[in-house]
Nanobody
């Protein structure tokens, strides 16, 4: 069973950057689509980005600011977040797309104005 551990969140000022990491304890196929999601208080979980073998896709709200990448040799997925905005504040989680693995605890991102 794959376990996912997210890290890299924190408190940052608007306009700042963070790089999130997702470590998978088990082996994930290099062809599996992996994604980053976020959960904001009172709102449904939303997918912000996903990455396939070579293609990526982003939610309109983060396009041009976030970059998803992966290192299959290390079973890692990353999310580089630039020009952060207060509305990006959320709990960030990774999973496959569609989500098939148990959710990790996520990593909290807080952006102050």
């Amino acid at each position: 069973q794959v376990q996912l551990v997210e890290s890299g969140g924190g408190l940052v000022q608007a306009g700042g950057s963070l790089r999130l990491s997702c470590a998978a304890s088990g082996s994930i196929s290099s062809s599996a689509i992996m994604a980053w999601y976020r959960q904001r208080p009172g709102k449904e979980r939303e997918r912000v980005a996903f990455i396939g073998v070579s293609a990526t896709s982003y939610a309109d709200s983060v396009k041009g600011r976030f970059t998803i990448s992966r290192d299959n040799s290390k079973n890692m997925v990353y999310l580089q977040m630039n020009n952060l905005k207060p509305e990006d504040s959320a709990l960030y989680l990774c999973n496959s797309f569609p989500a098939r693995f148990d959710w990790g605890q996520g990593t909290q991102v807080t952006v102050s104005s």
